[in-house]
Every structure is written in structure tokens, then in C-alpha cells.
């Protein structure tokens, strides 16, 4: 029988389920900032790996579990496949990685690729990097929306 119990420490509980999932017709630009604001809560919740490998084991295909959305998702469960690794293995600690610029653990889904390193990835994850590319005229607007 599957265990729930990490549920009972989610980060998210108590929280608006839209976070998560959406709205219906939610649009691009809505959807990053929403996925954002959700994954800064996924970066410090205590069962974000089980809540990871519940989601790739299933696999759940809507809404946002264990710091990644669908798309990244089904990206992990191409890597797994083609590493041949299950689907049932828990995310190690090495599927996180600590951005040097934000400082926090996140899914090593939000890192690019960056063969210079050990590990093939980039130091700071997607979000650092747009936001240090962005002009700053440009971002105090997407900043206040955020
Ligand atoms: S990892 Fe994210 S979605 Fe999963 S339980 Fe924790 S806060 Fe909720
Ligand atoms: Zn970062």
C-alpha cells in the first residue's frame, strides 16, 4: 500500500491548490510567475523528495509536485529512462543542487546545461540567470507582478 504520510509535513498544505495547479486558461506569462511563487515553497519543504518520486512513480500529470511542473517532469522520466534508472528510486540528494546565486536547493531540472562543471550544470539556476540577463529597466515590471 502506497504511504501518504509525507503529506502530513507538506510545505504546501494549507495552501491555495491554484498555486499548484493553475486555473483554467491560465496563460504563459501567468503560468511562470505562479510556477515560481510554488517552487519557492517546493524548495523548503521537508518531503519534497517523496513528494518528487510520488509524482514520477505515478505518474501525476497535472500541477506542480516536488519543486517541478509537468513538462520537467516528463523531461525526468525521459532521463531515467534512457539512464536506466526506475521510476520507483527516490530522488537522491544529487537531483538537487544548491543555485550559488539564490542559495537554495532546487531540482537539478532547473539548471542548464553547462559542461564546464563536474556536474554538467550551470551554477545558478534558470531564474538567476534570466533575472541577472534582464535589463533592469525591464525588470522592475515583471518584479511587481511577482
Ligand atoms: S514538494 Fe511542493 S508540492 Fe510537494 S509536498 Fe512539498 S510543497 Fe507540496
Ligand atoms: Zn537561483
Redesign the pocket.
Known amino acids: 500500500m502506497r504511504d501518504w504520510k509525507?503529506?502530513e509535513?507538506?510545505?504546501?498544505?494549507g495552501?491555495n491548490l491554484v498555486l499548484?495547479f493553475g486555473s483554467d486558461n491560465e496563460r504563459q506569462p501567468e503560468k511562470g510567475i505562479r510556477e515560481r511563487k510554488?517552487?519557492e515553497?517546493?524548495a523548503?519543504?521537508?518531503?519534497?523528495s517523496?513528494?518528487?518520486l510520488y509524482?514520477i512513480s505515478e505518474p501525476v500529470k497535472y500541477?506542480?509536485?516536488?519543486?517541478m511542473n509537468e513538462d520537467e517532469r516528463q523531461a525526468e522520466r525521459r532521463r531515467r529512462m534512457r539512464h536506466n534508472i526506475p521510476m520507483a528510486q527516490a530522488p537522491a540528494m544529487a537531483e538537487f543542487k544548491r543555485c550559488r546565486a539564490c542559495r537554495r536547493s532546487k531540482p537539478v531540472g532547473e539548471f542548464s546545461r553547462n559542461a564546464k562543471h563536474d556536474d554538467g550544470l550551470s551554477l545558478r539556476c534558470r531564474p538567476c540567470i534570466e533575472k541577472a540577463s534582464t535589463p533592469t529597466w525591464a525588470r522592475s515590471s515583471t518584479e511587481s507582478v511577482a
Open positions: 509525507w503529506q509535513e507538506a510545505a504546501c498544505s495552501e499548484f510554488a517552487k515553497i517546493c523548503q519543504c521537508p518531503v519534497r517523496a513528494c518528487l509524482a500541477g506542480l509536485w516536488g519543486g
